[in-house]
T-cell receptor
Framework: GESVGLHLPTLSVQEGDNSIINCAYS??????FIWYKQESGKGPQFIID?????DKRQGQRVTVLLNKTVKHLSLQIAATQPGDSAVYFC????????????FGKGTRLSVIA | GAVVSQHPSRVICKSGTSVKIECRSL??????MFWYRQFPKKSLMLMAT?????????EQGVEKDKFLINHASLTLSTLTVTSAHPEDSSFYIC???????????????FGNGTRLTVT
């Protein structure tokens, strides 16, 4: 289940089950979205991205869904593995050019073996 | 491809001293690099945009005299935390885009971060 509090929200999932991590993004003008995975003590690693002209994009074991109406992004991980345990961040951008990403709050995924 | 390397990975310094963190793009040239800071159990917050050959652009609330950024070459940006205090203890992460896709709709590639502890 999911818990939200003063710390990062945590999603606990049984190994082999599917995970769904949600993100509410901030700017209705955003047209590029990206999911990162961050393991303890490391920098964020790119997982998958999506542009605003799409509402779904699939990768290997991962799917990103975009709902612009409610400014919502989700990351689905199929057949979750212990190695998927990490903090997941969504990020968005709305500016042209080589501009920075704005990160969401993050969700800790804990996989129970 | 598009590897970003940071050094050191960890540093402990005494209050009042300065610390330099290096960020290198290993297999591409980066005219722009972005420095983020991350406090424990928090998200990444943009500190500044580092521009090769010109002054860095700082986000609101980030003191440019405290966090000195130098982007002296197309593969190296440095962040110097001057007169460090315990509240500067944080995880500092740099990032850059592959220039072949350097538009806003492409991912940033991140270094592995530098854990700064000020005692």
């Amino acid at each position: 289940g999911e818990s939200v509090g003063l710390h990062l929200p945590t999603l606990s999932v049984q190994e082999g089950d599917n995970s769904i991590i949600n993100c509410a993004y901030s700017n209705s003008a955003s047209d590029y979205f990206i999911w990162y995975k961050q393991e303890s003590g490391k920098g964020p690693q790119f997982i998958i991205d999506i542009r605003s002209n799409m509402d779904k994009r699939q990768g290997q074991r991962v799917t990103v869904l975009l709902n612009k109406t409610v400014k919502h992004l989700s990351l689905q991980i199929a057949a979750t593995q212990p190695g998927d345990s990490a903090v997941y961040f969504c990020a968005e951008n709305w500016n042209s050019g080589n501009t920075p990403l704005v990160f969401g709050k993050g969700t800790r995924l804990s996989v129970i073996a | 491809g598009a590897v970003v390397s940071q050094h050191p990975s960890r540093v402990i310094c005494k209050s009042g001293t300065s610390v330099k963190i290096e960020c290198r793009s290993l297999d591409f040239q980066a005219t722009t690099m972005f420095w983020y800071r991350q406090f424990p159990k928090k998200s990444l917050m943009l500190m500044a945009t580092s521009n090769e050959g010109s002054k860095a652009t700082y986000e609101q609330g980030v003191e440019k005299d405290k966090f000195l950024i130098n982007h002296a070459s197309l593969t190296l940006s440095t962040l110097t935390v001057t007169s460090a205090h315990p509240e500067d203890s944080s995880f500092y992460i740099c990032s850059a885009r592959d220039p072949s896709t350097a538009s806003y709709n492409s991912p940033l590639h991140f270094g592995n971060g530098t854990r700064l502890t000020v005692t």
